[in-house]
Nanobody, 120 residues
């Protein structure tokens, strides 16, 4: 199994910035086979949505609503993923979850989530 732990959430005013971190730990074989890592978010009353994704090779994909404001990165050597969030808006308020999937059908994993609240 792999455990993902998010950190870095909090309360920020509109226009501010936050940096989320995701630390992966657990089964070394599975961690060495992690493929994509992503950040998802879920606002109250809404479905969980993809915010940003980064492949093992470093390619990235973003939701249209965050393009130009958020940047995803990863440090595979440290088993970490990050989400730099700039120019935050009240509509970015949500619980943010880290996700990792793996090769060889070794499973997909979720963190427990971290709350991001943007006040207007």
């Amino acid at each position: 199994q792999v455990q993902l732990v998010e950190s870095g959430g909090g309360l920020v005013q509109a226009g501010g910035s936050l940096r989320l971190s995701c630390a992966a730990s657990g089964n070394i074989f599975i961690m060495n086979n992690i493929n994509n890592m992503g950040w998802y978010r879920q606002a109250p009353g809404k479905q969980r949505e993809l915010v940003a994704l980064i492949t093992r090779g470093g390619s990235t994909n973003y939701a249209d609503s965050v393009k130009g404001r958020f940047t995803i990165s990863r440090d595979s050597g440290k088993n970490m993923a990050y989400l730099q969030m700039n120019s935050l808006k009240p509509e970015d308020t949500a619980v943010y979850y880290c996700n990792a999937d793996s090769f060889r059908n070794l499973g997909a994993y979720w963190g427990q989530g971290t709350q991001v609240t943007v006040s207007s």
